[in-house]
């Protein structure tokens, strides 16, 4: 049905930056406001971003001005601009939508 595929992960040195997409299929994209999330090793499951179909955003304390979420309706996209990337950034990055539907996840590996 609905499917969310995840790219643009990587290895990435601290202080870098990491551009992450997402591409949504079988979804009424432009009704639901899409996020990411991220999963570290040994952590809980954390929310980084969302964002609204009017482009309204809210983003985890911990990356908050460091990441910028933005989407692009007409594609069925959505991205994660990550910038000053630090080791505790390294998760498996999922991109979602606020039905509850998640893609397979896209590793970020931030480590000098």
């Known amino acids: 049905q609905v499917q969310l595929v995840e790219s643009g992960g990587g290895l990435v040195q601290p202080g870098g930056s990491l551009r992450l997409s997402c591409v949504a299929s079988?979804?009424?994209?432009?009704?639901?406001?899409m996020g990411w999330d991220r999963q570290a090793p040994g952590k809980q499951r954390e929310l980084v971003a969302r964002?609204?179909?009017?482009?309204?955003?809210n983003y985890a304390d911990s990356v908050k001005g460091r990441f910028t979420v933005s989407r692009n309706n007409a594609k069925k996209e959505v991205y994660l601009q990550m910038n000053s990337l630090k080791p505790e950034d390294t998760a498996v990055y999922y991109c979602?939508?606020?039905?509850?539907?998640w893609g397979q996840g896209t590793q970020v590996t931030v480590s000098s």
């Open positions: 964002i609204s179909r009017g482009g309204t955003t």
């Open positions: 079988g979804s009424f994209f432009s009704l639901y406001t």
């Open positions: 979602g939508d606020s039905r509850g539907n």
